[in-house]
């Protein structure tokens, strides 16, 4: 009842904004209020996530901070939103936040229909299946007449569709309003498998009961390159976000992290890394930010591969390889144009 | 002389209908062009923000899928026809509901008024519960706490062709060949002779004061006549079977878990408000009603129901229709349980692929809106009919 009425409210919202003055810039309302709202998802480990004393992390909390960074030159200025994958564009329409970081995938609907705009990917995903193991399934072309769980909303929920269209599979689709309840759905038996983007299947498995019971799918039938995503329009507060993301990806192609920023920015005398950092012209003035601004994203967030480590790499519980995700150099498909 | 000094008086803007007429007519002005203003600003708006308008979107493919239709449903099939599934959902679920509510609270009502202590407070506990605990948790107990406890399909309870699982209740699926014509002949054919059969029992009761189980003797009727049908056209049915299959129960009918947790949350939590109403419409009939009608030598039963319910109803009826209009917009709840009602399929999945909050939400406005005036206006027309009655 309450997102019901919620939506009903955040329309009348859009409704309201909409048919009344024309959209202020984004940067000059971040500023003035001192903090940009950010809209996360409703608990997913490694992409955003609150602890039980509130403090949210994850690859896409990390986005908000860095524009935070970018900003007002301190990462925690930055308020969350948690919202529900039905809920976010309405969210972002209505004004009642600055940034969605919240796996959102960049597609061609949503960038050119929805009056949204991506700025970068900061994570390279796929769609999957999760399955417990005693099911004895290899394959989700094994899946023929299977049920299967997820929530509304999403991509996932038409890349599904097209999947078991395509190869002439059926199915019985059990669709939830919530994560967490597609979830317990799944848990609970409703469901043989459950699907989303293979990040998410991870996140989610972390969470249930006995991980080790569940096993993810080899397939990944579809590609979900996830970003911040801002309102269409405001190019400005686009290339911030987008930007603040990017120097992330230079830092650590360049060997820059949060520990030694502040080393090299005083000892270097590489023109790119002082233009970078803000030693040498002033690059921030383009986009109406400090000087400092990139120096301040790396050293109070960190380059992405330290993003990428602290949040969902191999030594944390959701655990997942760099793969595709690392630098272009190293074999991933992470590459940012240059800081000139 | 009076005919001199009036006329001035006489200045259309003096007179008090006039005045009215033009401020009206100035405040109508004022609306239709704030209504404008902002209409235009929302589009000019929404096409600078790059948002598409229109409904152009509901003849486009839907690309979902759409757990429980009633008419023929793929993902190939449009926007359009997904919000026609839904819209039926919906209304399925909340005539179903008002149906099962109001066996549900008259049942309940009564038996708080029951002279058995045990039955009076078993009632109680069950208005008391269910009035007081939220309609969204009850819909999630029913559907995590008591469905899902049954057994997986694989250990299904199995009764005849009938199999019971988490996932549904499943049944046979009948499927009318060539040759049912004749049996629905023979029902509507039943159906007339039993109406008849009523009316004239009704009559001749009038004249002569003699009474006929007319009700009991149509469904003899309505039975029979079927019957005869089936066998005369050599039971033109067949049954396609539920069957275990790999993951599932496969064909037949089934009745998915997310309908029933609606239904049984919806009927039973408003159940429990229309008990107290009928308990409250009951307790308002003067309790010489029913010693007038017992010094007549009628039964208890009869006196309840022609003496005693008949008066209770139009107290009962006003708060009724409330009650079956919260239930209505209640079922929008099934979303937050996979059941695919308006509010899921169209506020949900449609207004998250397409981007179109506001038509979206536009037309779950009206139909929530025609839902409810609908059930209302046939509700006070029943009201008025019951009311006429009062002598
Ligand atoms: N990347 C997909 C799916 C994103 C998504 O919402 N996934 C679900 C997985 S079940 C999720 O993360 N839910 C978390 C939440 O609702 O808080 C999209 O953009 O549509």
């Known amino acids: 009842m309450k997102s019901n009425v919620g939506k009903l409210l955040s329309t009348a919202a859009i409704a309201a904004t909409l048919s009344t003055a024309a959209n202020a810039a984004t940067l000059d309302d971040v500023k003035s209020k001192g903090f940009i709202q950010c809209g996360v998802s409703q608990g997913v480990p490694g992409f955003s996530n609150a602890d039980s004393e509130g403090n949210w992390t994850g690859i896409d909390v990390d986005a908000c901070r860095a524009a935070a960074a970018a900003v007002f030159g301190d990462a925690q200025k930055v308020k969350f939103t948690p919202l ?4 976010r564009f309405t969210a972002l329409q209505s004004g009642e936040i600055d940034v969605l970081a919240r796996n959102t995938t960049w ?10 705009d991506f700025t970068a ?17 290899e394959s989700a072309l094994d899946l023929d007449g299977a049920t299967v769980c997820t929530e509304q909303g999403t991509t996932t929920e038409l890349n599904m569709a097209d999947f078991f269209r395509k190869h002439k599979l059926s199915y019985v689709p059990v669709v939830v309003q919530k994560a ?6 799944y848990a609970s038996g409703r469901c043989d498998v459950f699907t989303t983007d293979k990040s998410g299947l991870a996140a989610h498995r972390s969470k249930l009961a006995n991980p080790a019971d569940h096993m993810i799918l080899p397939e990944t039938i579809s590609k979900e390159p996830l970003g911040p995503v801002v309102r269409h329009g405001d190019n400005q507060w686009k290339d911030i976000v987008t930007w603040a993301m990017f120097v992330q990806v230079n830092a650590e192609e360049m060997g820059i992290t949060s520990d030694n920023v ?18 040498e012209g002033d690059m921030g003035a383009q986009l109406g930010l400090p000087a400092d601004w990139a120096y301040n994203v790396i050293a109070q967030v960190g380059n992405y591969g330290e993003v990428f480590e602290r949040n969902v790499g191999p030594s944390t519980p959701v655990g997942l390889p760099r793969g595709i995700n690392n630098l272009w150099t190293e074999g991933g498909v992470m590459y940012a144009p240059p800081v000139r | 002389m009076s005919d001199k000094t009036i006329p001035s008086n006489k200045s259309p803007l003096n007179d008090a209908g006039t005045r009215a007429l033009i401020f009206q007519i100035v405040l109508l002005a004022v609306v239709v062009f704030v209504g404008y203003y902002l209409f235009s600003n929302l589009q000019a708006n929404l096409a600078d923000q790059g948002i598409s308008t229109g409904f152009g979107f509901l003849n486009q493919p839907a690309g979902f899928p759409v757990l429980i239709h009633l008419i023929d449903y793929t993902e190939a099939d449009t926007y359009g026809r997904a919000f026609i599934v839904a819209l039926i959902n919906t209304v399925v679920i909340s005539l179903m509901g008002i149906v099962l509510a109001t066996v549900i609270g008259v049942v309940m009502g009564l038996a708080r008024l029951s002279n058995n202590w045990l039955v009076a407070r078993l009632a109680t506990v069950y208005v008391e519960t269910l009035r007081n605990i939220p309609l969204l948790l009850q819909m999630f107990f029913w559907y995590f ?50 109406i008849a059969l009523i009316v004239w029992a009704k009559k001749r009761q009038t004249r002569t004061g003699v009474w006929f189980p007319a009700y009991w003797a149509s469904l003899g009727v309505i039975a029979v006549i079927t019957f005869l049908a089936l066998a005369v056209s050599g039971f033109p049915i067949e049954f396609d079977l539920p069957q275990k299959s790999r993951f599932n129960v496969t064909g037949g009918m089934v009745l998915p878990p997310e309908f029933v947790a609606v239904l049984v949350a919806l009927s039973t939590y408003t159940g429990a408000f229309i008990a107290e109403i009928v308990r409250a419409g009951i307790l308002s009939v003067n309790w010489g009603q029913t010693e007038a009608a017992r010094s007549l030598g009628l039964k208890d039963s009869l006196t ?4 005693v319910l008949p008066q209770a109803l139009r107290v009962i009826i006003p708060p009724l229709t409330s009650q079956f ?3 209505a917009k209640n079922s929008s709840l099934g979303a937050a349980i996979a059941y695919p009602e308006l509010v899921a399929v169209v506020m949900g999945t449609t207004l998250n692929q397409t981007g179109q909050a506001i038509e979206n939400i536009g037309l779950c406005m009206l139909v929530y809106g025609t839902l409810s005036l609908t059930i209302s206006i046939f509700m006070n027309w029943y009201n008025k009919k019951m009311s006429l009655m009062e002598r």
Do not use: W
């Not at chain 1, 529900?84 to 809920?87: D, G, L, M, R």
């Open chain 1, 84 to 87: 529900s994958a039905k809920e």
């Open chain 1, 107 to 116: 597609t061609y609907t949503r960038d050119s229909s929805l009056g949204l």
């Open chain 1, 121 to 137: 990917v900061n994570f390279y995903d796929g769609q999957g299946f999760m399955a417990r193991k005693d099911l004895g399934v």
């Open chain 1, 180 to 185: 967490d309840e597609a979830l317990a759905a």
């Open chain 1, 262 to 279: 502040s080393k090299i920015k005083s000892e270097t005398n590489d023109p790119g890394i002082a233009r970078l950092l803000g030693k």
């Open chain 2, 145 to 194: 706490a008591v469905l899902a406890t049954l057994p997986h399909p694989r250990n299904s309870i199995i009764f005849a062709d009938f199999f019971l699982n988490k996932r549904g209740i499943y049944s046979p699926n009948p499927i009318f060949q060539e040759g049912f014509g004749v049996v629905i002949a023979g029902f509507i054919l039943s159906i007339i002779a039993s």
């Open chain 2, 304 to 307: 309840q129901r022609l003496i």
């Open chain 2, 325 to 327: 209009l919260n239930l």
